[in-house]
């Protein structure tokens, strides 16, 4: 397994992230899923980062799950059978938030693996995608676990800007 961090303060980030994509996605058109749900600040940094992409990606990437459709935990064997069937030769590149230590807080971590949705709230859900992409927003052992309270909006929205803009490095060569 590859696995790439990146940490919220360093102002290269989108190009380590274009950078990381590029060595770990190797298809035709990009499969994007990003899980979350637009009814908690912490949940949103996929849905955030997949209305984002529908624009900026059009016509060059398959973009599922954003703030009006989102992907929530109910969705994900759903959307995984239906992505499947349509794109059978196609990576999937899954994108969520995490819980993770406290010193992680503020990190992307891209792997070249996919992710069980739902990990840090004790959900048990199949595992989806190939290569990852995962923005820790709130401490694992903190009282944000349940409903991500507390979790700063300034903090997912900058995280989910360095993963657009790393993706759109990586497949518009921008």
């Given at each position: 397994m590859t696995k790439f961090t990146f940490n919220s303060l360093n102002r290269d980030n989108s190009k380590e992230i274009a950078k990381s994509i590029k060595q770990l996605y190797h298809s035709q058109m990009p499969v994007i899923v990003c899980v979350g749900s637009d009814l908690s600040v912490g949940d949103s940094f996929g849905p955030m980062i997949g209305t984002a992409l529908i624009k900026r990606l059009h016509g060059y990437a398959y973009v599922y799950g954003t703030l009006d459709s989102p992907i929530t935990a109910k969705e994900i064997v759903t959307i995984s059978e239906h992505i499947l069937?349509?794109?059978?030769?196609?990576?999937?590149?899954?994108?969520?938030?995490?819980?993770?230590?406290?010193?992680?807080?503020?990190?992307?971590?891209?792997?070249?693996?996919?992710?069980?949705?739902?990990?840090?709230?004790?959900?048990d859900l199949p595992k989806i995608g190939n290569v990852s992409i995962i923005g820790v927003v709130a401490d694992?052992?903190?009282?944000?676990?349940?409903?991500?309270?507390?979790?700063?909006?300034?903090l997912v929205h900058k995280l989910s800007c360095d993963v657009i803009e790393g993706l759109v490095m990586a497949f518009l060569g921008v």
């Open positions: 069937k349509l794109h059978p030769n196609s990576k999937i590149i899954v994108i969520d938030a995490a819980l993770g230590e406290e010193e992680n807080v503020g990190f992307v971590k891209v792997c070249s693996e996919g992710i069980k949705p739902g990990q840090g709230v004790n959900k694992k052992n903190s009282a944000y676990k349940v409903k991500n309270v507390g979790v700063r909006l300034s």
